[in-house]
C-alpha cells in the first residue's frame, strides 16, 4: 500500500501509548545538570557561553521587570531547538510539525505577555490598537483591525513553526525519494540530486535553529510592549 508523504507527521502510537510524549521528554535529557566544579569540559563551557549570549540578547531590550522571563524563554528556545534537530534524524519524530504542540506553546505564552500588559500598564496596552493622530473616522476600523491583529499573532507564531519544519521535512523526503528512484536509471542524475539532499539537509539543520530562535523573538518583542 502506498503511503501519503504526510503520513510521516502523524503522531506515532505504540501499544496505545502516543510517543509524543516520549518525543518531548528526550531533549532534556541532553541538557547536562549543574555540577559544582569549577571548571567543565570543553562541551558545556560552549553551552554556558552560548546560553549567556542569547539570554543577553534577548532580555537587552527589555526593562528589569521583563528580566523575569529570562529562565524560560532560554529554556523554551533550548527545548525548541533540540525538538527540531532531533527531528532531522533518521526514523525519528518531529513533535514541531504538530500545529497542536506549538499552539499550546504559542498561546499560553502569548496570553501571558498580553496579560502583564493589561495588569501592570492597562492604558498603554490599549492604545497600541489605536495609534496617535488617527483621523476620527477611521478609529473603530483601526481598532477592530489592530484587535483581529493581536489575537492573529499566536496563529501566526504557532503556523510559522509548523509550515517551515513541515515544507523542510517534505522537501527531504520527496528529492530522496528521486534520489533512489533515479539510482537504476541515471545515476549520474542520482548523485546530483543527492548533492542536492545534501545541501538542502544543512540547510534544515539552519532552519530548526532559526525557527526556534524566531519563536522566542517574537516573544520577547510581544513581551516589550507590555512591561
Known sequence: MTLSFFDQFMSPVYLGIPLIALALTLPWLLIP????????????TLQGWFI??????????????????????TSLMLFLISLNMLGLLPYTFTPTTQLSLNMG????????????GMRNQPTAALGHLLPEG??????????????????IRPLALGVRLTANLTAGHLLIQLIATAAFVLLP???????????VLFLLTILEVAVAMIQAYVFVLLLSLYLQENV
Open 33 to 44: 545538570t549543574p555540577s559544582a566544579r569549577w571548571l567543565n569540559n570543553r562541551m558545556l
Open 52 to 73: 549567556n549570549r542569547f539570554a543577553y540578547q534577548l532580555m537587552m531590550p527589555l526593562n528589569l521587570g521583563g528580566h523575569k522571563w529570562a529562565t524560560i524563554l
Open 105 to 116: 506553546l504559542a498561546v499560553p505564552l502569548w496570553l501571558a505577555t498580553v496579560l502583564i
Open 134 to 151: 488617527t483621523p476620527p473616522l477611521l478609529i473603530p476600523v483601526l481598532i477592530i483591525i489592530e484587535t483581529i491583529s493581536l489575537f
Open 185 to 195: 536509471l541515471m545515476p549520474t542524475v542520482a548523485i546530483l540530486t543527492g548533492v
